[in-house]
């Protein structure tokens, strides 16, 4: 029998994407097809996810919600069934999901995803004719109000999960707001979407829902304790075991070295050697010089979280190594700066392209050697899974879903044959160039870098295993 779930996000690859949340909110219902589930994701309609989907077809209509008329349009894009929802004074204007074309957040988000949220909750309990989900799963604060919603409402719900994918980002609001929300009194309270005096999204869906998990068993540990857990270890603690750490897969079709279209040469874990022609593509298309050394890239977010200021600082440590450095990313300034400043006093040595480019970010993972991400917490990271998959060796930090994913070169994994990457700890300067050091060693060994390559290729990062988790998660709840 196929059960059947309503999955709230606000971002879904390949339609829109700023982070890992767009990767799993487009891959998990696919996998999670093959258990036997059928899901239906819904997300706001942007102006881009609307020109792409089309009108598709109304599946309800909301009157008035937060301001204005509102509709959901049912289409299938790809393997994808979304409810899209349509809010042209919500979701009808220039710039990303989050931010304005000046990269300020969007003034009334509040009530952007209050809507979605509340959106969510009216399509769980019946707005779509002949749609009536056993699981609702809302993914980080973007979607967090949909258990809210569902919890104050006194008709029968589905069962609730939260997805957190970064404590980092919480939803909070200043309790002017609260009013607007169309929740009764008695949700201001501890146990409901107070927070400090403030409205916490993400706060009160942790609350409210059934089950809550995060993106990796690390992670999910983590964030119990003060440092990790951004004001909300408290609670988290209190969870007990309705908190679950479940790793995030890739989509193992879109990245797919041996079929990747934006790739030079296609290649495999039996003839990684066609690599070598990714990397000549790689040094061309940034102009840096050819030589036997290896290179290293940064694919990612340029942020504190992310740990890049560190590698940004090393740069000129680096390259003195023998090591060439690309970088993709964009994000806080300063750090860009520094990449910018680090390709003008290397121009051959450290190519950097400021800004978002998906395709570029395919032949940077077949192209260059290994894949740095020295984050100072990382929920769980899919840049390190990429990295595996074609063969371009993470060096990571000792955090979070980094080190639920990576097994470190050390003696015994080296020995045994099982290592697929580098881990280093704490996430600092020192901590890094030695990871880099040890990385060139084994790049100069040659047969214990292959081998290696070789096993991270074979490491399973798709979805198949944590698919099944999911699905033992949503019986198991659906049984209670
Ligand atoms: P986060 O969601 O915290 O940014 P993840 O590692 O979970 O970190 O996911 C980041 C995703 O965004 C990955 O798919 C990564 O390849 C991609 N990404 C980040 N920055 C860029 C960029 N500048 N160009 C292309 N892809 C990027």
């Excluded at 857990?229 to 750490?245: A, E, K, N, S, Y």
């Excluded at 806080?332 to 700066?337: A, R």
């Excluded at 290729?457 to 033992?472: E, I, P």
Aim: aromatic fraction near 8%.
């Amino acid at each position: 029998m196929t059960t059947s779930v309503l999955s709230v996000a606000s971002e879904v690859f390949p339609l829109i994407k700023t982070g890992g949340l767009a990767d799993v909110a487009g891959a998990l219902p696919l996998a999670l097809a093959e258990h036997g589930f059928a899901v239906r994701t819904l997300m706001p309609g942007y102006p881009d996810v609307l020109k792409r989907v089309g009108r598709g077809k109304i599946a309800c209509r909301f009157a008035n919600l937060f301001g204005g008329k509102a509709e959901i349009l049912a289409v299938r894009y790809g393997e994808l069934d979304l409810l899209v929802l349509d809010a042209p004074h919500l979701f009808d204007r220039p710039g990303g999901p989050y931010v304005t074309p000046a990269g300020y957040d969007h003034p009334d988000n509040w009530a952007r995803f209050a809507a979605l949220s509340k959106a969510g909750a009216a399509v769980a309990q019946g707005a779509i004719a002949g749609f009536s989900p056993d699981i609702v799963h809302a993914h980080d604060w973007q979607a967090a109000l949909t258990p809210v919603y569902l919890a104050v409402s006194n008709k029968p719900r589905p069962r609730t999960v939260v997805t957190i994918h970064n404590l980092a980002f919480q939803g909070n609001y200043p309790s002017s707001i609260f009013a607007d929300l169309g929740l009764p009194a008695t949700t201001w309270s501890i146990e409901g979407v107070e927070y400090y005096g403030n409205v916490g999204y993400l706060k009160g869906g942790l609350h409210a829902a059934d089950v809550v998990t995060t993106v990796s068993p690390t992670y999910a540990e983590e964030i119990l304790t003060p440092e990790g857990g951004m004001g909300l270890d408290g609670l988290l603690r209190g969870l007990g075991d309705r908190l679950v750490g479940i790793v995030n897969g890739i989509d193992v079709e879109v990245w797919d070295p041996q079929s990747d279209p934006a790739i030079a040469k296609a290649y495999s874990a039996r003839s990684p050697k066609a690599r070598s022609h990714n990397k000549r593509a790689l040094e061309g298309e940034f102009g840096l010089r050819r030589d036997d050394g290896p290179i290293f890239a940064v694919v990612s977010r340029l942020t504190w979280q992310k740990g890049l200021d560190l590698v940004a600082n090393a740069c000129d440590d680096l390259v003195e190594r023998g090591i060439r450095l690309v970088v993709v990313g964009s994000g806080d300034q300063m750090i860009e700066g520094q990449f910018l400043a680090a390709h003008a006093r290397h121009p051959d040595r450290v190519g950097v392209r400021i800004g978002y480019d998906e395709t570029l970010s395919h032949r940077v993972q077949a192209g260059a050697d290994a894949i740095l991400i020295p984050s100072r917490f990382e929920p769980c990271g899919l840049t390190q899974l990429y990295g595996l998959r074609y063969g371009c060796i993470p060096i990571v930090t000792k955090v979070g879903g980094l080190a639920d994913t990576v097994i470190d070169a050390n003696y015994a994994a080296t020995s045994a044959g099982v290592a697929t990457g580098i881990i280093f700890s704490p996430p600092a300067a020192p901590a890094l160039v030695e990871a880099a050091e040890r990385a060139h060693r084994l790049y100069d060994d040659g047969k214990r870098w292959r081998d290696m390559q070789i096993c991270a290729m074979n490491a399973d990062v798709s979805w198949r295993a944590s698919a099944r988790l999911y699905a033992d998660l949503y019986r198991d709840l659906i049984k209670e």
